[in-house]
Structures are given as C-alpha cells and as structure tokens.
Nanobody, 124 residues
C-alpha cells in the first residue's frame, strides 16, 4: 500500500537544471527499490535511473549518464533525481515507481507502484 507523488517538474532552458522528488507514504517504504522513468509524446516509457532499497546501488540510462543523479533519503521517504545539463530530448513526463526488490532494474514491467508523473519541458 505504497503511494508515490512526484514533484519538481517544470519548464527549463537547455543547459539548465531541475530536481525531481518522489515522496512516498506507507510503512513498507524500506522494502522498495525506486526507479525513475519518462515518457515523451509518441514514445514508449523508458527507464531513466533507479536506486536500490538502501541506496547502495544505482543505474542510469546511457542517455542521461553523467548528467542525472539519483539519491535516496529513507528517513524522509523520498527519492530525488537531480537533472543537470538538460537537453530538449529530456522533455517528457517523468514517473517514479517502486518494486519490492533489494536491487533495481529499469524495466517498466518490473515495477508495481507508480506515481502520477510530473512534466519536464526543456525549451528555449
């Protein structure tokens, strides 16, 4: 019974930065690995990054590696996605998702709990 709420999206210029937050409610938070996904118009949802249940392991899509950083604060029941050097290609609805696994993967069908999404638009 985990609920996820994303925030922090918005309009940003190319080269700018945003930090997305995924806030969770539910007493089972510590059981979950968390993934960030995005979906642009006309495209399938793709994995962006994920973090293991204790934050010790992370994965990134090649397209965002070196620009995005995922982190986790279990005390605050929150996962963050720091996005730097944003490109127009990063424009999408970003979702966080959770799965009861100690490690994380970026396959959409692995995740069982999803937030509502937050829009990120990178444009001049």
């Amino acid at each position: 019974q985990l609920q996820l709420v994303e925030s922090g999206g918005g309009l940003v210029q190319p080269g700018g930065s945003l930090r997305l937050s995924c806030a969770a409610s539910g007493f089972t938070w510590d059981y979950y690995s968390i993934g960030w996904f995005r979906q642009a118009p006309g495209k399938e949802r793709e994995g962006v990054s994920c973090i293991s249940r204790r934050g010790g392991s992370t994965n990134y899509a090649d397209s965002v590696k070196g620009r995005f950083t995922i982190s986790r604060d279990n005390a605050k029941n929150t996962v963050y996605l720091q996005m730097n050097s944003l490109k127009p290609e990063d424009t999408a609805v970003y979702y966080c998702a959770a799965v009861v696994q100690p490690m994380c993967v970026m396959s959409t069908d692995t995740y069982t709990n999803w937030g509502q999404g937050t829009q990120v638009t990178v444009s001049s």
